[in-house]
């Protein structure tokens, strides 16, 4: 298995539903992985550097958990990338510090799957909105994992119990296939 660092991406994790229960239900799952939470660590968008390359270098596995918003990850996340995979330390002629780890994309979506298909309202697929993730993974060295993703991920009425059996049961299953993916 060896050493599993999960970087969580949502900007506002207490507020998060999904992508908290999946990490909750994840860390039963995997107790030794680390799990760094951005938007605690980093509410200001001012990210240290060589303590997240550090965190990298140590790791096997890289997961990037996340909601997908606007087609890609949160602007944390997408800051956390910027300022932290750069040339020297992740690419170019020196940049060899994350080749051969696996990288794996853990997210979750609001809109259901049907949705993402030619027909739906979203007019491609998931799998068309990871060429970004797939091209992040080749620059870098990166082994790429197939994703881990869920959609449909809301709660709207907590106190709906089909509802919100439905939701959890998801929620079970996202963390049950990474920890899968991860193992």
């Not at 507020?15 to 994840?26: G, L, P, V, Y």
């Not at 240290?48 to 997908?68: G, H, M, S, Y």
């Not at 068309?128 to 881990?148: D, H, K, T, V, Y």
């Amino acid at each position: 298995m060896g050493k599993i660092l999960v970087i969580s991406g949502h900007p506002d994790y207490k507020k998060s539903i999904a992508n908290r229960a999946i990490i909750n239900e994840f860390r039963s799952l995997v107790p030794d992985a680390e799990i760094v939470y951005l938007d605690s660590e980093y509410p200001d968008f001012n990210i240290d550097v060589k303590r997240e390359q550090k965190r990298l270098a140590q790791a096997d596995t890289v997961v990037l958990e996340f909601p997908f918003w606007w087609y890609s990850a949160p602007s944390l996340m997408r800051r956390y990338l910027e300022q932290v995979m750069t040339y020297g330390f992740a690419f170019g002629p020196t940049g060899k510090a994350l080749t051969g780890k696996r990288l794996i994309v853990s997210f979750t979506t609001g809109a259901a799957a049907e949705a993402y298909s030619p027909q739906g309202y979203q007019h491609y697929t998931i799998e068309q909105f990871m060429p970004q993730f797939r091209a992040l993974s080749n620059l870098c060295g990166l082994e790429w994992q197939e994703p881990i993703y869920s959609c449909g991920m809301t709660l709207a009425n907590p106190d709906d119990k089909e509802a919100a059996n439905v939701f959890y049961n998801k929620v079970a299953d996202h963390a049950r296939r990474l920890a899968d993916a991860v193992g």
